[in-house]
């Protein structure tokens, strides 16, 4: 009986196992294209898909003995089955699309991973090569692909070095973005990899230097030999920490037009550096607010800036400074804005904005001669100053309030008082609002207030300003207690009238913060 079942298990798949005329001829090209990653050619794809064929069945044919035998159904078997199934996986891949995609489309979608000018890569596009051998061909014909330098963290692999030097080849003459981070050690840079990447500082045109977490304070002076070889350097990003000192090289960049020295958040002191900032169009940095106001005065070209203080702002022993090209400023303390002439500002953001503070952001508007049109109150107060200060920004487009505290009446007021009714003049022209809400908002003055600005209206006797729609309007929670339930019906109402309305989440509040500080 064991015998008649062998023979019978035998019989029943010995048609898919003999493939004499499939075979001859054609194992070498099988393969070059299952390990080369080759297209098939036109001629080929037919014999290929017969063994796939071939092997479904035998796969069938597999499967049917396996049910019927069961639980007895012996392990070399089931063993046949794992390697069918492996061929037919290795023989699709040979004709996935991927292979034959058109030249065209290729760049394309590699063009698209260039386009981030702001993105150093986290690890060069060497798995792209391993995709096909067309793919291959193109990562390699393009230098641009090769010019972030992701210095690898010590203790080095062996290899690192080599790979590096691999990657400043491909990218012949491009320009270089180099990224180093540190780990939580007294690590520095590998002399092996210092002179790789010192040798190609005439092509850095962006260096990010993460040394928060060093606790070496020689940890970047692999950097001295750069001095005076910087000058495609254009944007500097640093977050320091207060261990590594920074030597004297960045004084000399002509090129240098964009400085980060902390986080987006504010978070990490800056470091005590040399820059020419006379040159310098983009800021970021936090320290002590008389070195604030230095870097400032000697900054008259800045046209985006994000400031963050180390100590408590004296008013009294700070200089005013005019920034004659100030576009955009991110400002932790809106009282410090007295010190400030910025007469071509159009966005403000304030971290902090609390009562006390909110008259002092209009009369700076006003002294400046600037017309806001995007105002973020990120953490704010909210009382009849801000109803105040938003009266006396007639040309605002986009407004931000992020409710720092549940303070049922007085949002009601404010709700009231931004109510479009044919006589408000709080915010005419106002085009995206975002508004955060505690636990206790009031919904119906604030929905009433939304839906009065869904309606265009011309220019009156009583109202000589044109009111704009609105367009735009994203409601967070500052506290995370909302439940989406509670308000899913009135944005509804609202996304059924043509509103672009959405409730964010703390998470996506969080990105939202990154992105508009970066």
């Not at 015998?3 to 005329?21: G, K, V």
């Not at 180093?180 to 045109?205: F, H, I, Q, Y």
């Not at 900032?277 to 046209?303: H, K, M, T």
């Amino acid at each position: 009986m064991q015998q008649s079942e062998s023979n019978c298990r035998q019989d029943s798949i010995a048609p898919f196992s003999l493939r004499p005329q499939l075979i001859s001829g054609t194992a070498l090209d099988l393969t070059r294209l299952s390990e080369g990653n080759y297209p098939p050619l036109d001629s080929e794809i037919p014999f290929i898909r017969g063994i796939i064929s071939e092997e479904l069945a035998r796969v069938d044919a597999l499967d049917a003995q396996i049910n019927r035998d069961c639980k007895d159904a012996p392990p070399e078997l089931i063993g046949d089955r794992a390697e069918a199934a492996e061929r037919i996986r290795k023989h699709r891949s040979i004709l996935s699309p991927v292979r034959r995609m058109p030249p065209e489309l290729i760049c394309g979608i590699f063009a698209l991973l260039l386009e981030d000018d702001d993105e150093i890569l986290p690890t060069p596009l060497w798995h792209l090569g391993h995709i096909c051998r067309s793919w291959r061909l193109f990562v390699l014909g393009d230098t641009q692909f090769w010019r972030c330098i992701t210095i690898p963290t010590a203790p080095l692999r062996p290899g690192d070095c080599a790979m590096v030097e691999a990657q400043l080849l491909r990218s012949g003459n491009a320009p270089l973005k180099v990224y180093w981070v540190v780990g939580n050690t007294k690590e520095t840079m590998d002399p092996c990899m210092a002179d790789l990447l010192v040798a190609e500082s005439n092509r850095w045109v962006s260096l990010r230097l993460d040394v928060f977490h060093s606790h070496s304070v020689d940890a970047l002076e692999w950097l001295r030999p750069v001095h005076g070889h910087l000058a495609a350097l254009g944007k500097l990003e640093m977050d320091h920490g207060s261990h590594a000192r920074v030597p004297d090289v960045f004084g000399i960049a002509p090129s240098l037009r964009e400085v980060y020295l902390t986080d987006w958040a504010l978070g990490h002191a800056s470091p005590d550096i040399s820059i020419p900032w006379g040159q310098v169009v983009r800021y970021r940095g936090s320290c002590e607010a008389e070195f604030q106001f230095d870097i400032l005065q000697a900054a008259p070209n800045l046209q985006h800036c994000v400031v963050g203080f180390e100590d408590s702002f004296d008013r009294d022993e700070c200089a005013s400074v005019m920034l004659p090209h100030l576009r955009c400023l991110y400002i932790e303390n809106p009282g410090c804005l007295v010190h400030l002439s910025t007469p071509m500002l159009e966005d403000l953001f304030c971290l902090e904005a609390e009562t006390p503070s909110l008259p002092s952001v209009l009369a700076f508007v006003r002294s400046s001669s600037c017309a806001l049109t995007r105002l973020i109150l990120m953490e704010c107060a909210i009382s009849a100053e801000l109803i105040t200060l938003l009266r006396g920004l007639p040309a605002l487009t986009y407004l931000l309030v992020g409710a720092e505290t549940d303070k049922e009446e007085e949002e009601k007021a404010l709700f009231e008082a931004m109510t479009l009714s044919g006589t408000s003049d709080i915010c005419p022209r106002l085009a995206s609002l975002w508004y955060g809400v505690g636990e206790q908002f009031p919904q119906d003055p604030f929905f009433a207030m939304i839906h009065s600005r869904l309606m265009r209206r011309q220019p009156s006797a009583d109202q000589p300003q044109p009111h704009s729609c609105l367009m735009r309007l994203r409601i967070f929670d500052t506290d995370d207690n909302i439940e989406v339930a509670d308000i899913e019906a009135p944005i509804r109402a609202l996304h059924d009238k043509g509103l672009d309305v959405v409730f964010m989440d703390e998470h996506l509040v969080d990105l939202l913060k990154a992105e508009i500080l970066v």
